[in-house]
């Protein structure tokens, strides 16, 4: 399972039931961001005014790599959207809107930006539909634990810069969208759901980015290099 999103499964409340997937999504909330995405140089300072930007930090999991997340909602679902890159200049962004146990219901409306009309899908080896995994581990004192998720579909698509639901703009964009429910079985069985999309604006580096933050695991439970065409 991807180290990213095993992480995330132990960011869970020790309280939860269940979770499920809204049928109505709600993809404004991110649109500025995307719109600044699909008209400007990808820098760090032309994102870095963007509203409740963090700052600038070196990410915690490569220490060559930095990363600067921006809060959209606090609430249900909690809402980021966290570049990735160099030191010169960001090279990704993973937009998520996530919700866990109990507060996941019919009401809570996810992001999904592979709902705009004018998509353009693209082949991949790591368009999945309905994959899931599981895993049992140690935590190292000798307690187990098991983790698992399933994802519901991951698409790989061009979000062109004439795409017919938004403003003409100066980029075409790459994306990987998501939808994905995980869970962590400790004393208590706690879940998460969540909705992702990977963005960048260079395609030849959007199968490893899907590798590194996306699900890069095929229905036989094997890790697979992601490539995109």
Do not use: H
Request: net charge positive; hydrophobic share 30%.
């Amino acid at each position: 399972m991807n180290k990213y999103l095993l992480a995330s499964l132990f960011l869970v409340p020790s309280l939860s039931f269940a979770s499920n997937f809204s049928e109505v999504f709600d993809t404004r909330p991110v649109i500025p961001t995307v719109e600044k995405m699909r008209n400007n140089t990808w820098t760090w300072k032309n994102f870095a005014n963007l509203p409740n930007m963090g700052k600038l930090e070196r990410d915690s999991e490569n220490k060559n790599r930095y990363t600067m997340t921006q809060t959209i909602r606090e609430d249900n679902p909690q809402t980021t959207i966290t570049f990735y890159g160099n030191k010169e200049r960001p090279e990704v962004a993973v937009i998520e809107s996530r919700t866990w146990g109990a507060g996941n219901t019919q009401s809570s409306k996810f992001v999904r930006l592979d709902k705009l009309k004018g998509n353009v899908p693209l082949k991949s080896n790591c368009n999945f539909k309905n994959v899931s995994v599981s895993e049992t581990s140690d935590d190292g004192e000798g307690r187990s634990y098991e983790t698992g998720a399933s994802v519901d579909f991951q698409q790989a698509y061009m979000m062109p810069k004439n795409i017919a639901s938004l403003s003409p703009a100066k980029n075409d964009l790459y994306l990987a969208s998501s939808q994905i429910e995980s869970y962590v079985v400790t004393s208590t069985f706690q879940t998460q759901g969540y909705t992702m999309s990977i963005v960048t604006p260079e395609k030849n580096k959007l199968g490893q980015f899907i590798n590194k933050y996306g699900w890069d695991t095929n229905s036989k439970g094997k890790k697979i290099t992601c490539n995109v065409s």
